[in-house]
């Protein structure tokens, strides 16, 4: 498939790629690893006039450890984050959902930073224009409905990184850096919950840096898939326990991830927040497998990862 | 729109060339060095069939904007081949029969050759991960799995 026109240019530091993308009047987009990016540019899902390439700036391929802080630039690719020696150690619930995303190749262009970024993706979206023309545009296309369900108010695009799972169960953190100054915030902040924009990051910020509280950690991530590479999640589900203390999170399923706490990390409790996430998910028609299947999965899955988790590193 | 300078080494000889700030690898490689080994099936990143080495490691030249490699080495399929002797990768596809119409041959050695320099003797396990990179819709995937595994010991055995 042939790309649409668009100008490239290089930043060499943070500073420099916002210059770039101011001067460019706001049309323009951020690309790292870019196996997100250019297949939407290519259909026409994405028209900037401009692409501006991170991948030269040095300090975002760093992983330190800062403050009781695992610090990870934002691209460090998924193939090496995920051959860590700490990540393995102390994250293992991290380990996992990067063991799981898509596969070995695209793992080692895709980078962590541009993995939580990731757009929406919807049966009806991810299509050549020329397709979506003919079905007509919805909202996430800039129209005035929802292709999936029919006069629903909202758009249903689901969400599907799995790292992004395995980072909220860890109270990870991201630092930003825009326009208007550099911010830190909790990562369930970068979510704005509205498919048609799926986050909260104003035009022209990057995201630069993940933090992860560094505690030795036990964890699990479960995925729902058709094949067993390269394909998204149908639904995903981590957990990680430290402490005494655990954090569930269910996504794949709509714009935002849903999190839970396990307060309790005995037998019959487990099956609290796996009951709520099975309520509280709301798949539609918009994937490969059927929205019931999908909503019935949601809790066999929660109570697996969290037996998991707690079995494992007993 | 102005055209870009890059140069890069592609199969141990360097080029320089004005492309496109739009252009994939897989576009410069096909139409303006003639290399066409590198196949596109589904120009999305899904199928591998277009798979180059760039500096060692295994890359989708069909999301990779020409731009992007300036100044990197670049192996595609044509460059296994030495002095008119194929690579054991390839002798290997051959004599397992791994090759059925052949649209993802030349993406699976070379995701194969990246596994091989990074891992020398991998096990089935890891064979298995790395080969799931690549689609293949005639094989099955058993012969070519048994493919690697044979160029992988027979790369020891030399």
Not at chain 2, 21 to 37: F, N, Q, S, V, W
């Amino acid at each position: 498939m042939i790309l649409p026109k668009f100008d490239y240019k290089k930043a060499e530091d943070i500073a420099s790629a916002i210059a770039l993308y101011e001067s460019s009047k706001g049309q323009a987009r951020y690309l790292a690893g870019g196996t997100d990016l250019i297949p939407l540019v290519k259909l026409r899902l994405s028209t900037p006039v401009a692409i501006i390439d991170l991948k030269g700036i040095k300090q975002l391929k760093t992983i330190s450890r800062e403050g009781g802080h695992l610090l990870i630039g934002a691209n460090v690719t998924l193939f090496e984050l995920k051959n860590h020696a700490m990540v393995k150690e102390y994250f293992p619930a991290l380990h996992e959902s990067l063991d799981a995303t898509s596969c070995e190749t695209l793992q080692m262009r895709g980078t962590i930073g541009g993995n939580l970024l990731q757009n929406t993706r919807c049966l009806l979206y991810n299509k050549s224009l020329a397709w979506r023309k003919a079905r007509g545009f919805c909202y996430k296309m800039g129209g005035e409905t929802c292709n999936v369900v029919p006069k629903a108010k909202a758009c249903f695009s689901n969400y599907c990184s799995a790292n992004a799972l395995s980072l909220l169960s860890l109270s990870a953190g991201v630092k930003i850096a825009g326009p208007k100054g550099e911010r830190k915030i909790k990562l369930e902040k970068i979510f704005s919950g509205d498919g048609r924009n799926p986050f909260t990051l104003k035009p022209g910020e990057i995201l630069t840096e993940i933090h992860i509280p560094l505690k030795r950690s036990r964890g699990a991530y479960e995925k729902l898939r058709v094949r067993n590479s390269i394909d998204y999640p149908l639904l995903g589900v981590a957990v990680s326990v430290s402490n005494k203390k655990g954090r569930v999170c269910v996504g794949g399923i709509g714009p935002a991830p849903l999190i839970y706490d396990l307060k309790d990390l005995e037998g019959a409790y487990i099956k609290d927040p796996a009951q709520k996430a099975r309520q509280e998910a709301k798949p539609v028609s918009n994937t490969t497998l059927s929205p019931a299947y999908r909503k019935k999965m949601v809790d066999v899955l929660t109570q697996r990862a969290i037996k998991r988790a707690l079995k494992e590193g007993k | 729109m102005k055209t870009i300078k890059v140069s890069f080494s592609v199969n141990g000889e360097k080029a320089t060339l004005q492309v496109k700030p739009y252009e994939t690898l897989l576009e410069t490689l096909r139409e303006r060095l003639d290399l066409i080994g590198s196949k596109e099936a589904c120009g999305m990143g899904a199928c591998g069939a277009c798979t180059v080495n760039v500096d060692g490691v295994p890359l989708r030249s069909c999301l990779v904007l020409t731009p992007e490699v300036n100044g990197a080495a670049i192996t595609t399929i044509e460059g296994l081949a030495k002095d008119g002797k194929l690579h054991p990768l390839q002798e290997a596809f051959m004599e397992k029969g791994a090759v059925q119409c052949g649209f993802c041959t030349s993406g699976m050695i070379m995701t194969a050759k990246a596994l091989l320099d990074r891992n020398e003797k991998p096990t089935k396990k890891e064979v298995i991960k790395a080969m799931s990179s690549n689609i293949c819709r005639c094989t099955g995937y058993k012969k070519i799995i048994e493919a690697v595994e044979a160029a992988s010991s027979k790369r020891e055995a030399v």
